[in-house]
């Protein structure tokens, strides 16, 4: 039995992943290299890059920290899944980012509604080497924890979901993904930047903290970011007025639209149909 801290924190037991779980974690990477490769932002590129990830199998988080730390000074602790708000929030605002050990199976390559290494280390961990983005998701933590005491934290889960899990992202070359749960996803990679029935709209921080999510398929709606230093800027101000304001305001479904939405229309990109695309996973 393997004992839990109040932290949580675990150890990865790198030696113990049998050669089947390496397979799995190279089928997976290789997969999704293919697919990222114009549809992932420069920034998730480059991270991934300096983090040498390679396809060689899961890789050890002593080694990813490492390089981690030297970049922007974040680690990677393991966790033995999902953790208490609390204790998840108080691992950010620390530069400490909480991983699963665990990969999924063979028979669940496609979808999987809990966090696994695959989508914790390749989803979540290439963004920390940027410096902008890491200091969001310090600052994102510390938010978590005084969201918490003032009980909103619904409202500030939902803008995690919105950027860093699900964020679109608009660039010179066109629409690119920066959220981890895109990324580690081969089927939701296609269709949030190829299929037209997903409407995008420009980032609104007060319209994502009044919007609901679906976590059990693809998103209906995203919303697109045109720099991390505007999502930081945008994020820095005082939130306790603001869930003060937005208290007294209806939710929105992902499906309902408002008079100030403002919507991504992306020019550069060719319209390719959903089969199309659906060809190259
Ligand atoms: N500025 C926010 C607050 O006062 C904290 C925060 C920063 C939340 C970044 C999310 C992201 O609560
Ligand atoms: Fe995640």
Redesign the pocket.
Known sequence: MTTVRPDFVIEQNWRGYSQEEHAIWRLLFERQQRLLVGRACREYLAGLDGLDVAASGIPDFRRLSGILDRATGWQIVAVPGLVPDDVFFAHLARRRFPSTCFIRRRDQLDYLQKPDIFHDICGHVPLLMNPVFAD?LQ??G???L??LGLGHLQR?AR??WYTVEFGLIATAEGLRIYGSGILSSAGESVYCLDDPRPTRLRFDLRRIMRTRYRIDDFQELYFVIDNFQQL?DA??????PIYQEIAVLPDLQPTARIDRDREFVDGRRKKIGPHISAAQV
Request: glycine share 12%; net charge neutral.
């Open positions: 969001y600052a994102y510390e938010g978590g005084k969201a500030l803008l995690y930081f994020t820095r101000p005082d939130f306790a």
